[in-house]
């Protein structure tokens, strides 16, 4: 899924806020390092994310018949593959 600079940057102000507010979290750096270490694991699980989809999009259209994307057929072999993926790149 694509996500715009923006929200990406409001999803890590949220998280670092969260911790914030956390009794039984101490912050050892300041909140900006935080704030941007939490977006930078965000960037890349997001990364991550669209990399397994891909694969997982390009083993469905390697098959030899075509198989229309919505029908239950590809559901059952995105998620196949996806979970195949997931597992390959340890995630």
Same mark, same amino acid.
């Given at each position: 899924? !694509? ?5 990406? $940057? ?12 956390t ?7 300041? !909140? $900006?390092?935080?704030?941007q270490e939490?977006?930078?694991? +965000?960037?890349?699980? +997001? ?15 390697? /098959? ?7 029908? /239950?057929?590809?559901?059952?072999? @995105?998620?196949? @593959? @996806? $979970?195949?993926?997931?597992? !390959?790149?340890?995630?």
């Amino acid at each position: 899924m !694509r996500v715009s600079r923006d929200k990406l $940057n409001k999803m890590a102000h949220m998280v670092a806020d969260a911790l914030a507010e956390t009794p039984e979290c101490d912050f050892l750096e300041d !909140r $900006n390092t935080i704030r941007q270490e939490a977006r930078n694991a +965000l960037e890349k699980l +997001l990364t991550d994310e669209m990399k397994v989809d891909q694969a997982a999009r390009n083993k469905i259209a390697s /098959q030899r018949k075509i198989i229309l994307e919505g029908s /239950q057929e590809w559901d059952i072999l @995105y998620r196949k @593959y @996806y $979970n195949e993926e997931v597992k !390959r790149l340890g995630l």
